[in-house]
């Protein structure tokens, strides 16, 4: 007797990538401010990335005779005291800020969201001498803390990320924390510890993939606010070393001529300001979209 097989059938995309595709897809198109907030953040990538295309310009090259010019067809942003071209400094300065906030956001929310959800999942006393220890970190001033790191390390672009990191990681655990307490009274993650499931197992599995809405509304937070603190760190002569075209670095450096150069200040003001905004426009309209309350999160 001939058995007849049925063709073979591809299997279908995972019903978990194509809900979240879709789901990012409809937030973009119901939030304004989001996708102008991702717009703006893109546009600030891309010209960092092209940078050498859109300028000819030496960012870190001194030429005397050209110090302090206005803006003119040949420097559109004028030169700085140093005759360094304005525009192509702050062109090759959205890499700096870019790369360091980058690095320094995703050590910030790793650390944060892994040790939030296992403090909310295993309580107890692990989760109450941990909450005594963050308010006790939080109850330092931020940029005192910074300073204090940077002088003891050095001013290198690890020894930032990882300032930040201690800065940071703190009110990323509260947020995440306060989102996963949420979770962990379900009935699917005490199906998972009565089947044996371990820690790591419930909270990728379990805990994760219900609060990826709050932690990436804090991520697109937090983003801005590391931005700013690289930035502050430069001007104060804790971050990026001369020459290095840093936004907060050329704020600090041409200050003092800001009446006969101004855009050699304004031109990384705005730059600096462009790319805050655009980072609190995604957060604010992600979280408006997706229901995130960061207020009641963190609590």
């Not at 009446?259 to 003001?269: D, E, G, W």
Request: aromatic share 6%; net charge neutral.
């Amino acid at each position: 007797m001939t058995t007849l097989e049925s063709p073979a059938v591809p299997a279908p995309a995972p019903a978990g990538r194509v809900a979240a595709a879709t789901r990012a897809w409809r937030t973009l198109r119901s939030s304004r401010a989001a996708a102008i907030g991702l717009v703006i953040v893109a546009v600030h990538l891309l010209i960092a990335l092209l940078a050498p295309v859109l300028t000819s310009y030496d960012p870190i090259a001194n030429n005397a005779s050209q110090a302090l010019l206005g803006p003119s067809w040949e420097h559109l942003a004028g030169t700085d005291q140093y005759g360094r071209d304005v525009l192509a400094r702050v062109l090759y300065g959205g890499r700096y800020a870019l790369g360091v906030s980058l690095a320094a956001t995703l050590l910030t929310m790793a650390l944060g969201t892994v040790v939030g959800c296992a403090a909310a999942l295993r309580g107890g006393w692990f989760d109450d001498v941990l909450m005594r220890v963050l308010d006790a970190v939080l109850s330092v001033p931020s940029i005192l803390t910074l300073l204090v790191i940077v002088t003891a390390l050095g001013t290198g672009s690890g020894v930032i990320v990882f300032a930040i990191g201690v800065v940071c990681v703190p009110q990323v655990i509260r947020v995440v924390r306060g989102a996963a307490l949420a979770v962990v009274p379900a009935d699917y993650v005490t199906a998972a510890r009565a089947r044996g499931e371990g820690t790591w197992s419930i909270l990728r599995r379990e805990v994760l993939p219900n609060i990826t809405d709050v932690v990436c509304v804090e991520a697109a937070m937090r983003a801005s606010w590391v931005v700013l603190l690289i930035s502050s760190l430069s001007f104060l002569g804790f971050g990026a070393d001369p020459p290095t075209p840093d936004w907060g670095l050329m704020v600090a450096e041409n200050r003092t001529a800001i009446t006969v150069v101004p855009m050699a200040s304004l031109a990384p003001i705005i730059a600096l300001a462009t790319l805050v905004v655009g980072l609190n426009l995604a957060a604010d309209g992600l979280s408006k979209a997706w229901g995130v309350d960061r207020i009641r999160e963190g609590s």
